[in-house]
């Protein structure tokens, strides 16, 4: 059985049927929809450049085609590992062999009513309902799903405010330099950009800030990070921190004492495993993880005894206005970031990532995919960094205006 | 069987070239996806299979003719 049927889930049903299991396969989902796709989200399906009907992840004769008992509509609202049975929000009590957890992340709220999240089609919908000329829009959060939205509420000719609680944003994840690069984009575009500023509640009209400031808009979009949907795992026995915790090979973790069921791994946005070739337990929001780790998990639920460690490299990538963001490798906790190829003032570079004396991650913005193939094969080989990386200039040396 | 490229659908990842470089390239200037066997051979197909599934686009498919 899998719960969640989005990008994971969808991945690892398909992998158990392509590595040959003939057997019952339930694939639960809150949703109502079928399992679709959601960059595309804050990108052309807020530009209006797409309708709804691009957004399926496969089409209705591939879904009949892997035999599922696919039920939508309905929640997984506990586990009983003793009996291997999942319960259901309408009471059905569905038993299984094998169960995978593919049930990724909601947003994070802020206090207070009426400003707009961006995790569903039907958030997309609502929020673009609101996207018109003049229409003046505040994002909350300045991460790359809000700096999406940004962008794209730009291009239809909103007043985009755009509030930041960290003095430079992203610089968590892709370090001050690279960030302020990518921060600059917005304020060429015309976006007001406004940083150290926390943001206390939504209210009517806008919302509010710590100091009592209103900051005003016709619509608010709250994108400040996500929280795992571990609910319905609470109390069942698993180990849940944030996100369910999983060993190497995505199979989940036991609290003690340890019951005799087994067999329930973990997938996607949800999943906090141990990646094996970075050393760290890690959860990962992107798409890309999501459908490698569903299949990298399938594979170990039907093939216990020739398991694998998960170990990719993660991979993700952003449009915002004209640049194209790809990221490479674990970025967060870098101890030092070196441009090796372009130049930051151009919006045209690979960015490379140390932590310890290892190579851990690269960023480009605007590169050839050739130009960054071969540092993500650097990453995924362990490369030390003091080997792929001798004449760098650091980036903190490099000039960032470009004026 | 044959492969179906979705162009527009790319976001230019290049899982798909990772997953089975006899089949599938990039463009040089944006990292779209090129074909370069729309009807790969036997020996080729598991490599496809797994292009398909880690396409983070869905864009491609592989269909049956
Ligand atoms: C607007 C937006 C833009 C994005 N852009 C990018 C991008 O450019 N690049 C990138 O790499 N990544 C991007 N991502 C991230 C990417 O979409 C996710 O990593 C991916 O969707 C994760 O897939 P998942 O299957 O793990 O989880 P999800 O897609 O979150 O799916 C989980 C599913 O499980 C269902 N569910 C939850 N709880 C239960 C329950 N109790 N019972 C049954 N079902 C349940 C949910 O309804 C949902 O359908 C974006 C995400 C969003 C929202
Ligand atoms: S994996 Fe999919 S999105 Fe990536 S280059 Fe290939 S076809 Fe395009």
Known sequence: MVVGASAAGLAATETLRREGYGGALTLIGEEPHAPYDRPPLSKQILSGEWSTDRLPLRRSTDLDGLDLDLRLGVAATGLELADRTVVLADGTRVPYDGLIVATGVRPRRLPGDGAHVLRTVDDALALRDRLAPGRRLVVVGAGFLGAEAAAVARGLGCAVTLLEPAPVPLAHAVGEQVGRVLSQAHLDHGVELRTGVTVTAVTEGGVRLADGELVEGDAVLVAVGSLPNTEWLVDCGLAVGDGLICDEYGEAAWGSPRPKAGGVYAAGDVARWYNALFGVPMRIEHRTNAAEQGMAVARNLLRPEARKPFTPVPYFWSDQYDMRVQAYGYLRGHDEVAVVDGDLSGRRFVAAYRTGDRLTGVLAVGMPPKAIRPWRQAIAARAAWHETVPTATPAAGARLDGR | ?65
């Open chain 2, 1 to 65: 069987m044959r492969v179906e490229l979705d162009e527009p659908k790319c976001v230019a990842a290049g899982q798909c070239v990772m997953a089975s470089p006899e089949v599938f390239d990039q463009r040089e200037e944006d990292g779209v996806a090129i074909l370069l066997e729309e009807r790969p051979g036997d020996e080729l197909l598991d490599g496809v299979r797994e292009a398909v599934a880690v396409c983070p686009a869905a864009a491609l498919r592989l269909v049956e003719e």
